[in-house]
């Protein structure tokens, strides 16, 4: 099956869950998708499987597609995240993540600094350094794919598997700050520093210092995009 007639209709339907277009408890018809979208059955159970696998649906025997509230939605896998990010749920989204984000990677820097491995602490901090270089050049989109490696390396460091595995989620809002021109054309000299400061504490063994120069590092990264969610009220399920 041609995968972009599957990305297509995941997409078309995913994003119009997530925005709130349909809504939860809404039942949806594969005839109705197949006829409005052009595409075959088998496209469509292509796309239901991979939208239930988010929780975004249900399939009901003799009843249809059945909508699920955002309470089933699988709040880390990337797609949703993504979606979310290019969506009136973009405040709740960044802000989620950004304070995930400072109650993990703080901890996940000094973890590293006490276990990972010598040569992922050289590479931490050779991405530091490279990041400092790019960042200074203005060169946005080869910045954004450095901090995401640092980034993820670093949550691989700690030696600690849950932690490894948000590296997607904070990949995926990483970069949909960018897209969303909520990073400075050229970062802070000071942002750039405190992730030389964590390379090198970690490299070094220092965990206290890791700590505190990532917790720097997230509380300029909340100062920032704050703005976007500063009127959105928190969810409770």
Same mark, same amino acid.
């Given at each position: 099956?041609? @995968? ?11 994003? @119009?869950?997530? %925005? ?10 594969? %005839? ?14 292509? @796309?239901?499987?991979? =939208? ?25 896998? $990337? ?25 993990? &990677?703080?901890?996940? #820097? ?6 990972? $491995? ?20 203005? %060169?946005? &989109? ?15 460091? @700690? ?6 595995? =948000?590296?997607?989620?904070?990949? #995926? ?6 897209? =969303?021109? =909520?990073?400075?054309?050229? $970062? ?13 504490? +970690? ?18 990264? +909340? ?15």
């Amino acid at each position: 099956m041609p @995968s972009s007639l599957h990305t297509r209709v995941t997409e078309h339907v995913g994003r @119009s869950i997530v %925005d709130g277009v349909v809504p939860a408890g809404s039942v949806l018809h594969s %005839d109705e998708i197949e006829r409005s979208q052009g595409v075959s059955r088998s496209v469509i159970r292509e @796309s239901v499987r991979v =939208l239930a696998s988010i929780g975004l649906v249900e399939s009901v025997k003799r009843v249809g597609i059945r909508v699920l509230p955002q309470s089933a939605w699988n709040a880390y896998d $990337p797609t949703l995240i993504r979606w979310r990010l290019l969506g009136p749920g973009k405040g709740e989204q960044l802000r989620s993540l950004t304070e995930l984000r400072a109650a993990v &990677e703080p901890m996940a #820097a000094e973890l590293a600094a006490r276990h990972a $491995p010598q040569p992922m602490s050289a590479e931490i901090l050779n991405l530091a350094a490279q990041m400092r270089t790019v960042g200074r050049s203005g %060169d946005l &989109e080869l910045f954004l794919e450095l901090d995401i490696k640092f980034h993820s390396l670093v949550l691989h460091g @700690s030696g600690n598997e849950m932690f490894a595995t =948000l590296d997607e989620p904070i990949a #995926a809002v990483l970069s949909g700050r960018t897209d =969303l021109g =909520l990073m400075p054309t050229h $970062p802070h000299e000071t942002a750039l520093q405190w992730h030389v400061d964590v390379a090198d504490a +970690i490299q070094g063994g220092h965990p206290q210092k890791a700590r505190e120069s990532m917790e720097l590092i997230m509380r300029r990264t +909340i100062a920032e995009v704050e703005p976007t969610w500063a009127d959105t009220p928190r969810l409770w399920f």
